[in-house]
Nanobody
Framework: QVQLVESGGGLVQPGGSLRLSCAAS????????MSWYRQRPGKERELVAT????????DYADSVKGRFTISRDNAKNTVYLQMNSLKPEDTAVYYC??????????WGQGTQVTVSS
C-alpha cells in the first residue's frame, strides 16, 4: 500500500536548522511531484515547497524563500526539506504530499517542528 513517512522533526532554537525527510513507497515515486505542507496552530494547512517529478524545478512560499530548500532522491524514493534560519512562526506540523495529474494524491502522517528558545 501507499506510504509516505515523514521524519526529522523536533525542537530547535530560533536560527537553527532541521532537515525533514519523507520516505515513499507503494507508488512510482519518480512520476509524482512532491510537496511539503505545514499546518500552524489555529491555521489552515498551507503549501511550503514543491518539486517536480524529475527535480528540475522547485517553488516556495514567500515566507520560506531563501531559508528552506526542497530536494529529492528518486533512487531512494525520498524527498527532503532543509530548513535553515528557523523562526518561531515556522512551528507547525509538516506534511509530505505526492501528486500526479489524473491520479489520487497521497499524504503522510506529519511530523512536528517546534521552534522555541
Amino acid at each position: 500500500q501507499v506510504q509516505l513517512v515523514e521524519s526529522g522533526g523536533g525542537l530547535v532554537q530560533p536560527g537553527g536548522s532541521l532537515r525533514l525527510s519523507c520516505a515513499a513507497s507503494g507508488f512510482t515515486f519518480s512520476t509524482y511531484a512532491m510537496s511539503w505542507y505545514r499546518q500552524r496552530p489555529g491555521k489552515e494547512r498551507e503549501l511550503v515547497a514543491t518539486i517536480t517529478s524529475a527535480g528540475s524545478s522547485t517553488d516556495y512560499a514567500d515566507s520560506v524563500k531563501g531559508r528552506f530548500t526542497i530536494s529529492r532522491d528518486n533512487a531512494k524514493n525520498t524527498v527532503y526539506l532543509q530548513m535553515n534560519s528557523l523562526k518561531p512562526e515556522d512551528t507547525a506540523v509538516y506534511y509530505c504530499n505526492a501528486r500526479r495529474v489524473g491520479y489520487d494524491a497521497y499524504w503522510g502522517q506529519g511530523t512536528q517542528v517546534t521552534v522555541s528558545s
